[in-house]
C-alpha cells in the first residue's frame, strides 16, 4: 500500500542520515519504526557497525531481538546519541501527538535521554494544528486508580471528553506496558500546548502525556509521490 512504503522511506532515510558507528539508540513503537529498524539491521550487518538498543516498549524489544540487535537499557546507557520513532501527528512547530500505540511514556523517557530525537512518518501525519488529521485526541497515561477523577479533571479545566481505552483482544481497558491505563482526550478547541501540557501532567494520577512538546529535532514524512519531506 502507498502509506506502507511511505513509511519506509522515512524510516530509511532517518537511519542513513543519523545513525553511524559506536551509537545507542532509542528505538521507538508502532508500525513506521519496523522499516527503521529493518534498515538498521541491514547497515549494522554490511558495515559491521557497533550500535546498541535501547527499546520504548515489549514491541520495541521485540523488534529489537527479532532483527538481531543488540538490546540494552538506559542503565547501561542513561545518555542515547539518537532517538528515532513515529509519531500520531506533527504541528508546524515540530510539537507531536504520540501514544496511539499505547506506548507513550517509555517513549517520551526514551526520547528525552536523546542528544538528537528524530521522528519517521507517513504523509498522513502531515499537519497543521493538532486535531486536523489525528482525530483519536491526546493519549493520557494514567495510574488505574485514578483514571476516573483524572477524567473529570481534564474534562472540567480543559473542556472536550476524556475516554478511557478500552481493549479489543482483551475483555477490559488497554493495560501499558507500565500496568497502567489509558485516556484518549478528545480536545474540542486550539490550547497552548505547552502549558496545557504541563498542567494535565500535574493532575494528580497522570503519568504522561503524548503531548511531545518542543521534543523533536527533525521529522521525516515519506510522500505519496516518492519523495522524503524534512521538516526543521
Ligand atoms: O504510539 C506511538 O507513540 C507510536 O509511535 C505512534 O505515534 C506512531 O505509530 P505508527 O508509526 O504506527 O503510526
Not at 78 to 81: F, Q, R
Given at each position: 500500500r502507498m502509506t506502507e512504503e511511505a513509511k519506509r522511506l522515512a524510516g530509511c532515510a532517518a537511519v542513513d542520515n543519523h545513525v553511524k558507528n559506536n551509537q545507542a539508540l532509542g528505538i521507538g513503537s508502532g508500525s513506521t519504526i519496523v522499516h527503521a529498524v529493518n534498515r538498521l539491521a541491514e547497515r549494522v550487518k554490511q558495515e559491521n557497525l557497533n550500535i546498541v538498543c535501547v527499546p520504548t516498549s515489549f514491541q520495541a524489544r521485540q523488534l529489537i531481538l527479532q532483527n538481531g540487535l543488540v538490546l540494552s537499557d538506559l542503565d547501561r546507557h542513561?545518555?542515547?546519541?539518537v532517538a528515532i520513532d513515529g509519531a500520531d501527528e506533527v504541528d508546524s512547530e515540530l510539537n507531536l501527538i504520540k501514544g496511539g500505540g499505547g506506548c507513550l511514556a517509555q517513549e517520551k523517557i526514551v526520547a528525552g535521554c536523546a542528544k538528537s530525537f528524530i521522528v519517521i512518518a507517513d504523509y498522513r501525519k502531515d499537519s497543521k494544528n493538532f486535531g486536523e488529521q489525528w482525530k483519536k485526541g491526546v493519549p493520557i497515561e494514567v495510574i488505574p486508580m485514578a483514571y476516573v477523577p483524572v477524567i473529570k479533571a481534564l474534562q472540567s479545566r480543559f473542556g472536550g471528553v476524556a475516554e478511557l481505552r478500552m481493549a479489543v483482544s482483551k475483555a477490559g481497558p488497554v493495560v501499558t506496558d507500565n500496568g497502567n491505563f489509558l485516556l484518549d482526550w478528545k480536545f474540542d478547541k486550539v490550547h497552548e500546548w505547552k502549558a496545557v501540557n504541563t498542567e494535565i501532567k500535574m493532575i494528580p494520577g497522570v503519568v504522561d502525556t503524548g503531548l511531545f512538546i518542543n521534543m523533536a529535532e527533525r521529522v521525516y514524512f515519506g510522500m505519496e509521490d516518492g519523495t522524503v519531506k524534512i521538516r526543521d
Open positions: 542513561p545518555e542515547l546519541d
